[in-house]
């Protein structure tokens, strides 16, 4: 089994590459592509992937065992779960936000996904630079 450092290089200013923190990422997602294509690049930007999930319930179990950092949260999931509901579940009782991922961005959908705090919104389909630049959002807070 292979061992990933804990930091990853991130370039700065100037070109100059400085040590961040790998975050721990549980992925909840129910197209099971789909999720692989997000666990790629998750890992591609240095990050682990603790979990992937495709349901609201198995996405709080998985955070109230497992403790991610972030959430990769599908706001439409498998079996009519709904995945604001869930963030806002791991929200209150581990304390743990996401970054919600969703084709959906109406207005409305983004007002009730505000209510759990989320480091970030991506809009489906989204790039990877996009996962990178809520990750630095996530990590700026965190640390």
Do not use: N
Request: aromatic share 4%.
């Amino acid at each position: 089994m292979m061992c990933r450092p804990a930091y990853a290089a991130e370039s700065g200013a100037g070109g100059v590459e400085r040590l961040r923190r790998a975050l721990r990422v549980l992925i909840v997602e129910d197209e099971a592509i789909t999720a692989m294509h997000i666990e790629d690049m998750v890992l591609q930007l240095g990050h682990d992937v603790i979990a992937t999930v495709d349901t609201g319930h198995a996405a709080v179990e998985a955070a109230r065992r497992l403790r991610p950092d972030v959430v990769l949260m599908d706001i439409r999931l498998a079996r009519g779960s709904d995945g604001i509901q869930a963030a806002l579940e791991i929200r209150e009782d581990p304390g743990i936000r996401s970054i919600f991922m969703s084709a959906q961005s109406d207005a409305p959908t983004r007002r009730r996904a505000a209510a759990a705090e989320p480091f970030g919104y991506l809009v489906k389909p989204f790039a990877m630079v996009q996962i990178a630049e809520a990750f630095s959002a996530a990590l700026a807070e965190i640390d």
